[in-house]
């Protein structure tokens, strides 16, 4: 794939470059080229660009490549093909017609990079909770890589602060103190210094700025994750498990 250009947001130009190119805004890359396709080399779920890139794809073709945060591999047509038994198998066991639509348009994206299909399959997360989920008092939520503890407190917007238990594994060290920090006081939360995998590989998290570190690893008779348990009790103070 050749790059034409780069361009940002507008109010995140600043004269910067990116790859050798100077990092422009998108009307200043229309004046340019007319028949460009667009690819994207972020995420995000904020519903104003999301709104963004849905006016630009109506101008230009806009893919998102499915690249891994983690591993190795592509989501290819040739792999689809390879595990063509598991996908089905996954497929037969959807419960409604609406959970297999959106299976089929994900599996369709994430071969193609069609941001179309994304926006096909896409609910907000009011929806998410109490619609598809359905969120009640007497929940067990399971949170592996809960970061600072950001989802627990989307998931007690939408049981109205109940809850059954909560278990939460947070891998880093730093941001395993934000965790126990954001849920000091909770009942019934169990927080770990750990990572989950679904072997026995020794993970080193390597230290760099930013929420997620980078990690390094090799297979062996290591133990699962890094770091020790941190279960939390009624009247636990945050730094148990330091």
């Known amino acids: 794939m050749h790059i034409t ?14 790859l050798g190119h100077t990092v422009q805004r998108y009307r200043e890359v229309c004046t340019q080229l007319t028949d460009f396709n667009v690819v994207l080399g972020f995420a995000s779920q904020r ?15 806009v893919y998102a490549p499915d690249i891994p945060v983690a591993g190795v591999g592509l989501f290819t047509r040739e792999y689809a093909a390879a595990h063509r038994a598991e ?16 299976y089929h348009s994900v599996l369709r994206y994430k071969i193609s990079g069609k941001v179309d299909y994304l926006y096909n399959s896409f609910a907000n ?7 598809i989920l359905q969120v009640n008092q007497q929940e067990i939520l399971v949170d592996m890589g809960a970061y600072n503890g950001d989802t627990i407190r989307q998931f007690l917007q939408y049981s109205c602060g109940k809850y059954k238990s909560i278990y939460a594994l947070e891998p880093d060290g730093k941001n395993f103190k934000k965790l126990c920090r954001s849920t000091e006081g ?18 080193i998290l390597m230290p760099a700025p930013g929420a997620i570190p980078p990690v390094a690893h090799r297979y062996g008779g290591g133990s ?13 103070p ?5």
């Open 5 to 18: 250009a780069v361009f940002a947001s507008d109010d995140f130009v600043r004269g910067q470059s990116f």
């Open 47 to 61: 519903p104003e660009v999301l709104e963004n890139i849905a006016r630009i794809h109506q101008e230009h073709p």
């Open 87 to 102: 996908i089905e198998t996954v497929y037969a066991k959807l419960a409604d017609e609406e959970s297999r639509r959106v």
């Open 125 to 131: 997360m009011d929806e998410i909770f109490t619609e």
């Open 186 to 203: 909770m009942q019934g939360v169990h927080l770990y210094n750990k990572s989950a995998w679904t072997g026995r590989p020794l993970y």
């Open 224 to 236: 699962h994750g890094s770091g020790q348990p941190a279960t939390r009790r009624a009247g636990d």
């Open 238 to 242: 945050a730094e148990n498990g330091h």
